[in-house]
């Protein structure tokens, strides 16, 4: 069993940064491939930034140039630096873990971005 848990969110005000941390579980963390997912309010979940176990990265279009994903394996720890933030940027944000076809997920943290 993997267990992921979020943390780092609050509220910031535009232009604003933040750094969400998912700590995981169990040592099948540097196998996996994890990703930082996000769901506003009457929306659906979309992907906001991928990482595989190699250390590739992909973001979706909107958090281009603004958002750093990274994980440290020693640490069992997946990261989203945020930096520029936008008020649609608001929403709470997942944390997933995919391995050998299973998805874990995380409680999720609220992340506001607000003047």
Do not use: H
Request: hydrophobic letters at 30%.
């Amino acid at each position: 069993q993997v267990q992921l848990v979020e943390s780092g969110g609050g509220s910031v005000q535009p232009g604003g940064s933040l750094r969400l941390s998912c700590a995981a579980s169990g040592s099948i963390f540097r196998l996996a491939a994890m990703g930082w997912y996000r769901q506003a309010p009457g929306k659906e979940r979309e992907l906001v930034a991928g990482i595989a176990s190699g250390g590739s990265t992909d973001y979706t279009d909107s958090v281009k140039g603004r958002f750093t994903i990274s994980r440290d394996n020693a640490k069992n720890t997946m990261y989203l630096q945020m930096n520029n933030l936008k008020p649609e940027d608001t929403a709470v944000y997942y944390c997933k873990g995919t391995w050998r076809g299973l998805n874990y997920w995380g409680q999720g943290t609220q992340v506001t971005v607000s003047s």
